[in-house]
């Protein structure tokens, strides 16, 4: 405590928590923790996934608002947006996840750029800056590798790089090191010390779920359940549980109830040993394109031993682990399984293995119990011993108690039980387990181990299980040490401490990856390590406190990494360029409101002179196609059923009799009225022929065939009445909103959806920017959209473009804004991506085919259709469209829609504005 | 039996997902709700509310009698414009038709001159145009007819031949008398639907497992792909089959008030036909998507233009003749034909089964492809 307040007492604290409390939902992530985090030195925050450290974080860092309670950080209240803004750029946070707040497409050097300019430095600063970065962490060698090729350590040193650029005086990382090997590991936390020693002003908050990494920190909140457990130096704790280890301590400190029935974990040491190989993997190689995942790996595995796989994320351990299964086939090599090799068709081989993956695969929309009895019914368990065995593992396992309880929301901790109960409901030889303890508490590992050993001591069970941690490795009877794709070595853990001669497993591990490292390349890593930072002073930031509130470099930032990672994602770039494209061309050619091919069969009881001359005026009618004549009514019924004909003419018998004496006659149609506008149109072409046949009949009784007046019908702007003039402009007025529009928002929304809006909510970045910044890019894609519709229309549809050009491509411009600014305000509402695709679509397709005059003219619609269509773009557009295109129309006769569609721009920015927020509640 | 069984039990577990999902609950309910009722209460495939402008330059009984007879609901109340307006007012949209009537007009009919009124129609308004013209003509000619009449005749030479004409046209509507466009709109609704969930359902079914990562989990156990996809056809399919019929039962009978002709039964049985080649293609994108977005992007390029070119929006005799071959290898359009066969016109299996062969055979087809598919990729799904 003394040294705690001597720490405290040195310096203002750079950050103080009072009473606070954060809820999500019904589940409460802060529980009214109150405490001073003191400056200038390394913080920690120890404890298992799920007890509130990133929401601490998230507090701190801004990211996330403020519920109840007060929160000071670097000298003013955090909650003030005022102060915020002032401190924004004085803090780096790192979210939690592999390089989460990177973007995986860009290049190394685009990520850290990006950030550069979010923090307002300029080219020549930015340059040198990166400079720097890259070679104090060891990534120059790769500046333009995009940064989801890198491995897990490098992503981290990126996401370090990305948070360093603007020489921060509070740094805050989030498990920075979660996932990554022991070497990288390790050269993370020195290139952090010497950070530190170039900046000793600089405050570092961490989150770690490592306990051997947090004995080298300053000062720790151990924190359990939302709430802090103790703070202090390492020392301190320890010395205040009397415990050896920090991990022990923190166990220690955690409440009784917790704490019950718990035993230190002892090994079962293997009885006898020697069995015949249950696994054997022989120069396993697997290759995806030119990467190879899995390099020649050689392994046995003996029955009822429990083999470890120790190695970083990405090192391969997944890859050799599916091969083993049979999930995916070898590149060469084989892996040999109970002495069969591996096939994912041995369906049978497969009753003998359990499975369980890295991310718990269990049906989380399913109960715990619907869960087990699913997966005895897969395995064709008679059910009377299907039920006994389930209820051995509910009671073996503890479930009994989440029976009912969806898996999706069980603790962590549960559900990795329930994913082993699962996976060994078969009573399997062999269990396959992929990282099955990641982001459980150190209890629940401990309890999970327990079981593993029961199963191969008491029950033969062969169990090969990967994992990161050192610990778990220890207890294994063997293990192989993997990284990039190799095994380094293998053999029992003490054996292999031994023979590096080191003083425990990490440093046997570290010192095996140097070697590797070593004799692969003359290290850029290794060589990094040993760099120096230069003096800060050469490149350091000039800070300049007032930060504007627009900058159009922030702006620029988002604009070109958005446009960046467009031109890299083929699906979505296809989309964008392409989608609209085909699907003008389809519908061009395919939809046409114009009615022809009419199908007519003729059932003439007359056939006479003038029954077939009335046949002949239809004959000639270009919109008809004659069937073979009809023999009965009953058949004329049957082929209108099946839609062979479409319409049915009957001549009466007589007809010519009855006609030379002038007597009453009728021709009856039976019209297809499936379909109500083809039968309407229909009925207009028969009727128009039957004038003609009237008309052609007086003329040969030498009389006027002339109406005592006519109606003279003219179609303006398309003097043939040919559909394509009105589809092709409709359709390009529709396309060029439900493109931009969709792709606007699934570009919100997936920054969301995969968590980099932290940028957003971290950095000096404000809402403006970011939104204008990510619709430019869409903006630019609509305009090249417009472009290539407007060739299709005129090339290949032969559509001509009749009135001002200008007046088309100003409206254009105006609409694709207003298309993406539709797009940006459908994000507001969304928090994945589907949802944001259907909504857009929907929202899209409903108005633009209905109200907004594609199909029936504005002019017609009236209550609430009518405001529908004047609230949607496209009936603004589509009068350009049409205008420009077939009517022949100027700017001059069109600016007022011009003036309308600009009108929008304002009000869907404000509102998007108003829903899109800079903090996460 | 092992394998039924497996299909089975697993398609119960897609059965229960799927009612966890939110997000697609709530799409399927609103297609078939509200989406279909929107689409049927639209009035595009009709004449309804036609905006008419009128320059009488006569302003004689007759030609106020020709204005008076353009009623409701097919013409909203025509309204009078001044010459030098009438190529802005139609530039801009404002009138679809606008009628001119000649001065002396009434005179020069009575004294058998044949004179011609003018009607300027707006192409670009596609539907009502065409449709419109024809009641222009027939409104036209029977105001004509009733003012001659009611003149007597007696101004009247033979000549002119609106004496009763020697052949009447009698044209009767089969199987929708009074061409109600809902009666139409409202099936092709529900139909367009099944296409659009049927993908959007079975592709996030095959997506969603990949994603959480269960998708691994079922193959190491003893099932096979075919029993996966399987399942996901039967399961995602009978959700679909179910919610038609309650469409069809309570929106397009009760609601909308739509008479069906034949039998639901075979209609029902047509659908569950269609599924399997629907849910197939879904199967069968979600094998090239990764990601729910990539699935949902794909969708639109796939399922759009097989539900625009069914023949459930446009009359199919239309489209060019090589498009028309191309779209008779869809399903699609054998699901609409043979759905407006027994729905509208009565057709019994007889007349029918060529059509529900012809989806059996190609959904068989697309089934065999999108499994083949499937297996490969879910043998080398790992990344």
């Known amino acids: 405590m003394r040294l705690t307040e001597a720490i405290a007492a040195r310096a203002e604290p750079v950050a103080a928590l009072r009473d606070v409390t954060l809820r999500y939902g019904a589940r409460l992530a802060l529980n009214d923790v109150s405490c001073v985090i003191p400056a200038g030195c390394m913080v920690g925050l120890i404890g298992p996934d799920g007890v509130g450290k990133s929401s601490l974080l998230a507090l701190i860092s801004g990211a996330r608002k403020i519920q109840v309670g007060a929160v000071q950080v670097l000298g003013g209240d955090i909650g003030s947006r005022h102060h915020r803004d002032a401190v924004c750029p004085r803090v780096a946070y790192m979210p939690q996840g592999l390089g989460k707040n990177l973007y995986p497409d860009l290049s190394v050097r685009e990520n850290i750029a990006f950030f550069g300019r979010l923090f307002g430095l300029n080219r020549r600063e930015r340059d040198g800056r990166i400079a720097d970065l890259l070679e104090s962490t060891g990534l120059d060698p790769f500046p333009e590798r995009p940064a989801a090729k890198l491995s897990g350590g490098m992503r981290q040193k990126l996401g370090l790089c990305c948070a360093l650029i603007h020489d921060p005086d509070l740094l805050i990382l989030d498990e920075p090191t979660t996932g990554v090997d022991p070497l990288s590991r390790r050269q993370f936390w020195q290139l952090i010390g010497r950070m530190r020693q170039d900046r000793p002003g600089m405050s570092v908050v961490v989150a770690t779920a490592y306990m051997e990494e947090a004995e080298q920190f300053d000062w720790l909140v151990a924190m359990d359940g939302g709430r802090i457990l103790a703070t202090g130096s390492p020392a301190e704790l320890k010395a205040r549980t009397g415990s050896a280890t920090l991990e022990d301590s923190f166990i220690a400190l955690l409440p009784d109830e917790r704490r019950q029935g718990r035993q230190p974990f002892t090994i079962l040491p293997r009885q006898g040993g020697g069995g015949e190989p249950v696994i054997v993997a022989r120069e396993l190689t697997r290759q995806f394109g030119d990467f190879t995942a899995v390099d020649h790996v050689n392994f046995e595995i003996e029955r009822g031993e429990i083999f470890g796989f120790l190695g970083s994320n990405g090192c391969g351990k997944t890859t050799t682990m599916k091969m083993l299964t049979g999930l995916l086939p070898a590149s060469s090599g084989q892996a040999l399984l109970f002495g069969r090799l591996a096939d994912a068709s041995d369906v049978e081989g497969r009753r003998r293995v359990g499975y369980m993956s890295q991310a718990f695969s269990l049906y989380t929309e399913l109960t715990v119990a619907q869960n087990l009895d699913l997966h005895a019914r897969l395995f064709h368990i008679a059910r009377d011993k299907a039920q006994r065995r389930i209820d051995f593992l509910v009671e073996r396992f503890g479930l009994r108690d989440h029976l009912r309880q969806r898996s999706g929301d069980l603790p962590l901790g549960i559900r990795q039980r329930l994913s082993l109960a699962v996976a060994v409901v078969h009573e399997p030889d062999l269990l396959i387990l992929d990282e099955p303890t990641s982001g459980v508490d150190p209890l629940a590992r401990d309890e999970f181990w327990r079981l593993l050993f029961d199963l191969s001591r008491h029950q033969g069970v062969t169990i090969f299980v990967s994992t990161h941690f050192m610990n778990e490795a220890a207890r294994c009877d063997r293990i192989a040490l993997m990284d990039a794709g190799r095994v380094l070595a293998n053999g029992s853990p003490a054996s292999l401490v031994a023979a590096r001669h080191a003083p425990d497993l990490e440093s046997a591990f570290v010192g095996y990856l140097e070697e590797a490292a070593a004799a692969r390349q003359p290290s850029p890593s290794g060589a990094a390590a040993q760099a120096d930072l230069r003096p800060a002073s050469s490149t350091a930031v000039t800070r300049r406190p007032p930060l504007a509130w627009f900058s159009p470099r922030r702006l620029l930032a988002y604009a070109i990494r958005e446009g960046l990672e467009l031109l890299r994602d083929p699906i979505r770039l296809g989309f964008a360029l392409f989608g609209t494209a085909f699907l003008m061309l389809v519908v061009g050619a395919g939809i046409s409101t114009d009615v022809n091919n009419l199908t007519f069969a003729a059932l003439d009881r007359d056939n006479s002179v003038e029954s077939r001359a009335y046949l002949k005026e239809l004959r000639g009618s270009p919109y008809f196609v004659e069937k073979p004549p009809l023999a009965t009514e009953a058949e004329a019924n049957q082929r209108l059923q099946s839609a062979d004909i479409q319409a049915a003419i009957e001549i009466p018998p007589d007809f010519g009799r009855n006609l030379k004496k002038g007597l009453a006659t009728e021709v009856g149609v039976w019209i297809d009225g499936a379909m109500p506008f083809r039968a309407e149109t229909m009925r207009g072409y028969l009727l128009g022929v039957h004038q003609q046949f009237l008309g052609d009949l007086a003329a040969r009784a030498g009389q006027s065939a002339a109406a005592p007046a006519n109606l003279q019908a003219r179609f303006k702007y398309n003097q043939d009445f040919d559909s394509i003039y009105a589809i092709v402009p409709g359709t390009m007025a529709l396309q060029l909103i439900l493109f931009p529009a969709i792709l606007m928002a699934l570009a919100i929304v997936r920054e969301k959806e995969l968590g980099s809006i932290t940028n957003l909510y971290v950095t000096p970045v404000n809402r403006v920017e970011f939104l204008i910044g990510k619709q430019l890019p869409y903006v630019a894609a609509s305009m090249v959209n417009f472009l290539v519709l407007t060739l299709i229309a005129t090339l290949v549809f032969q559509v001509p473009l009749k009135g001002s050009a200008f007046a088309l491509a100003l409206g254009a411009l105006i609409y694709a804004v207003t298309a993406t600014g539709y797009g940006m305000l459908i994000s507001s509402f969304c928090k994945t991506q589907i949802a944001a695709l259907f909504a857009a679509a929907i929202l899209t397709m409903l108005p633009a085919s209905q109200f907004s005059g594609m199909l029936t003219p504005v002019s017609s619609l009236t209550g609430a259709g009518a405001v529908m269509g004047r609230a949607f773009p496209m009936s603004y557009f589509l009068p350009i469209t049409v205008g420009t295109f077939t009517k022949g129309l100027d700017l001059a006769d069109l600016y007022k829609y011009h003036l309308s569609l600009l009108a929008f721009i304002p009000i869907f920015t404000m509102l998007s504005l108003l829903f899109l927020r800079k903090q996460e509640r | ?383």
């Open chain 2, 1 to 383: 039996m092992r394998v039924l069984a497996n299909i089975f039990w697993l398609g119960t577990k897609e059965l229960r997902s799927f009612f966890q999902d939110y997000v697609l609950l709530g799409l399927v309910v609103w297609a078939f709700s509200l989406a279909v009722l929107a689409q049927a209460q639209s009035s595009s495939q009709e004449l309804h509310n036609a905006s008419v402008g009128y320059l009488d330059e006569d302003m004689s009984p007759l030609s106020r009698q020709f204005i008076a007879g353009l009623t409701p609901p097919y013409f909203k109340p025509p309204e009078p414009v001044a010459e030098r307006d009438i190529n802005h007012l139609m530039d801009t949209g404002r009138y679809t038709f606008v009628v001119t009537i000649p001065p002396h007009f009434e005179r020069d009919v009575l004294a058998g001159r044949h004179p011609d009124a003018q009607l300027a129609i707006d192409a670009t308004a596609m539907m009502q145009a065409g449709i419109g013209a024809n009641y222009f003509q027939q409104i036209f000619s029977a105001e004509l007819h009733k003012y001659l009449s009611r003149n007597d005749g007696a101004f009247l030479l033979p000549s002119q031949g609106i004496a009763a004409s020697p052949v009447t046209l009698s044209v009767r509507i089969a199987f929708n008398p009074n061409v109600t466009t809902s009666w139409f709109t409202s099936i092709m609704g529900i139909i367009n639907q099944v296409t659009m969930l049927a993908i959007i359902l079975a592709g996030a079914a095959v997506v969603r497992e990949r994603e959480h990562g269960t998708m691994d989990h079922l193959l190491v156990m003893p099932v096979t792909p075919l029993e996966i996809a399987a399942s996901k056809v039967w399961a995602n399919g009978l959700v679909i089959t179910v919610a038609v019929g309650l469409s069809l039962a309570i929106v397009v009978r009760q609601l909308l008030g739509v008479p069906v002709a034949g039998s639901v039964t075979l209609f029902m049985a047509g659908v569950a036909l269609y599924l399997f080649f629907a849910t197939a293609i879904g199967i069968f994108l979600a094998t090239i998507a990764r990601t729910m977005p990539q699935l949902g992007l794909l969708y639109l390029l796939v399922a759009v233009p097989m539900n625009l070119l069914s023949g459930a929006n446009t009359p199919i005799e239309s489209m060019p003749s090589p498009l028309r071959v191309i779209m008779s290898a869809s399903p699609s359009t054998h699901f609409v034909s043979f759905a407006q066969a027994i729905l509208y016109r009565g057709a019994g299996i007889d007349v029918v089964w060529p059509k529900f062969l012809a989806v059996a055979l190609i959904g068989a087809g697309f089934f065999v492809l999108a499994l083949r598919r499937f297996r490969q990729v879910a043998a080398a799904q790992a990344g």
